[in-house]
């Protein structure tokens, strides 16, 4: 099972919608089964999931200080994929809570605001010696902006090509407990979604591999 932790400092970034968002597509790509871990005691990922009604993803219910015995019990269980949503602030809680992760995914808004604020994400995954990414959320279509942020951010490290854009779908989508994908699977989102998923498999496929390279060596 490998484990994405979705983090930034910032509220509003897009956590939440991508970890819903994602675990949806890696299971449509057959990459499944995936669950979910809400760690944000405001609870918002598991909300959404509470209204859902379709059985997938699973949600398992973790505190912090439980976290990694229960990741021990998904892989048993034969789940392939853990998304960990997590609360927009850096306290010890997250440092835990990026312990854990295979990859780490930082979703960041086209602004300058949000741009300034990643830097200490990016810390917490360095400290952690965790591979991290960026993903470009709520992007407004051709802007100047979104191309000087990915340019900004492709200092810190690997930005997906997949940019998420500003789309009212993916908020009405989650009102019922859906996602872009279930409302209109052949829509744009359903699309970023699945190359975005794209980009995250082949960073988990790498970082695994950089991993058993090291435990030989
Ligand atoms: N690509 C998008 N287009 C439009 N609205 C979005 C998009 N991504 C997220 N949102 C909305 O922005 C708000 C913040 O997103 P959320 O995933 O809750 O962020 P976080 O978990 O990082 O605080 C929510 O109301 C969500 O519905
Ligand atoms: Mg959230």
Known sequence: MQV???????GGAGKTTLAAHLAIAAEAAGDGPAV?????????LSAWWNTRQAETPALAPSTIA???????????????????DTPPAITDAIRAVVGVADLVLIPTRPSPHDLRAVGSTVSLAQEAGKPFVFAITQAKP??????????????????????????VDYAASM??????????GKGRGAAEMAALWGFVKARLQKSTKTRK?????
């Open 4 to 10: 994405v932790v979705l983090a930034s400092q910032k």
């Open 36 to 44: 979910l871990i809400d760690t944000d005691p405001q609870g918002s």
């Open 66 to 84: 439980e976290l990694a015995g229960k990741l021990e019990a998904l892989r048993a269980n034969g789940y392939a994929l853990a998304f960990i």
């Open 142 to 167: 051709n802007t100047k902006l979104t191309v000087q942020v990915v340019a900004a951010l492709s200092e810190y490290g690997a930005v997906a090509q997949a940019i998420m854009h500003d789309r």
């Open 175 to 184: 009102i019922d407990g859906r996602t872009v994908q279930e409302v209109d």
């Open 213 to 217: 390279n090291a435990e030989v060596a």
